[in-house]
């Protein structure tokens, strides 16, 4: 009884950088060994191509711990800002594959194939950027970003949230796949951007290219989740956390909140892009089926499966239902439907908080202290001071 109370009080005087080592790294660790190990060993080529791919839905499961998680934005219409990433980069490589002397049996060399099909004669200006890849580079981001900022400005300076925005996202995710598939002798239609065969010249079909990909992909990733991570123990993050809890106390202590708002939006918009941006690469194409209404509620789920407080969760959920996908359809292609359906609800109802969830539980019983445990921390992490918000304030009190 005595060592157990004389230890108690060392584990909670650990720095916030011990306990962040102890509670969080050895799921990061974990994750890392699977994917930049584990994976690559054991899988051919072609699987890991397709790993890779589904690594690029996991950036869009980030970006919505951070806007839903913390930030309690709920955004059905996250396909639009990874089909623009997409498309920003689709634009660059189907440009490279364009040349004069690819193009020369078409009416018009030096367009893409399908802009001559749609009778156009002369490249739009606004394709034109699209040459240098520094320009194709920074749209991947700008772009989304820009259309992220105008629509939550607009509806989070007006109060608009809840059940609401998800409708108002959801509208944009409509509106945009409609017009990429009217305006085909622009943006390819329902076909998409396809045949992109080179960057810079280096063959992005090879074998070799398929695998340099994964790797860039995975380390790409692991730099998404240690930056929101840094954004979460910020101030900026429990101010987050206290605006998703406490809003209007949040507004009353003088804190703008449409604008937190407004940009933990962006942020998810930026992370989406890149994911739609290194899913183009990998796949080879771009399609306004990964814009629509379907996709971006299949993103929600790969949050809600794997914790939509957890960014390594996230990551593990992404995997998990793709990886569900492809094997349903692939073994039972007359009911993987039906399976899939059941993996999502089977998943949300054995485990509220996800798989994250799940790792929690199993933690909080091998911590030194009761009590619920956040993913990633143990229960010595939960009970120390320095992780507890001022007696009667709650987490909003965090942020004075």
Not at 122 to 148: D, M, N, S, T
Not at 198 to 221: E, H, K, P, Q
Not at 243 to 267: I, Q, T
Not at 371 to 385: F, I, L, R
């Amino acid at each position: 009884m005595s060592s157990s109370s004389s230890t108690a009080p060392t584990a909670r005087r650990l720095p916030a950088p011990l306990r962040l080592l102890r509670g969080e790294l050895p799921g990061y660790l974990l994750l890392a060994l699977a994917l930049l190990v584990v994976m690559p060993l054991a899988l051919d080529v072609f699987r890991l191509n397709l790993l890779g791919k589904y690594l690029s839905y996991a950036f869009v499961a980030v970006g919505l711990v951070m806007l839903w998680g913390y930030g309690g934005v709920l955004s059905l219409g996250q396909g639009v800002f990874f089909g623009l990433g997409g498309y920003a980069m689709a634009m660059f490589l189907k440009l490279e594959a364009s040349d004069a002397r690819s193009t020369a049996i078409q009416s018009t060399p030096g367009i893409p194939d399908f802009m001559d099909w749609n009778q156009l004669t002369a490249l739009p200006w606004w394709w034109e950027p699209f040459r240098h890849l520094p320009f194709a580079l920074a749209g991947v981001i700008a772009v989304p970003v820009a259309l992220a900022f105008v629509v939550s400005f607009a509806m989070f300076r007006r109060r608009v949230g809840g059940v609401y925005f998800a409708i108002i996202t959801q509208a944009v995710a409509l509106i945009l796949s409609v017009l990429i598939i009217g305006q085909q002798g622009y943006t390819g239609g329902v076909n998409g951007i396809t045949d992109l065969k080179t960057m810079l010249g280096w063959d992005i079909r090879s074998d070799s290219a398929r695998v340099t990909l994964y790797f860039a992909n995975v380390i790409l990733l692991f730099g998404a989740i240690a930056m929101c991570r840094w954004i979460q123990r910020s101030k900026l993050g429990v101010l987050l956390l206290a605006m998703r809890d406490k809003e209007d106390r949040v507004r009353f202590s003088g804190y703008d909140v449409a604008m937190f708002k407004v940009f933990v939006f962006c942020l998810a918009a930026a992370l989406c892009a890149v994911g739609g941006a290194l899913f183009t690469l990998q796949v080879g194409f771009m399609s306004p089926s990964f814009v629509g209404i379907v996709p971006s509620i299949e993103m929600v789920i790969f949050a809600a499966v794997g914790g939509r407080m957890s960014l390594v969760g996230a990551v593990w959920g992404t995997l998990l239902v793709n990886f569900g996908k492809t094997y349903f359809s692939e073994s039972f292609p007359d009911l993987w439907l039906f399976l899939m359906a059941a993996l999502f609800i089977g998943v949300v109802v054995a485990f509220p908080d996800g798989l994250a969830g799940l790792y929690g539980r199993y933690m909080s019983r091998r911590g030194t202290a009761g009590g619920p445990v956040e993913p990633g921390e143990t229960a010595a992490d939960a009970a120390s001071p320095a992780a507890a918000p001022p007696a009667g304030k709650g987490i909003a009190g965090r942020i004075a």
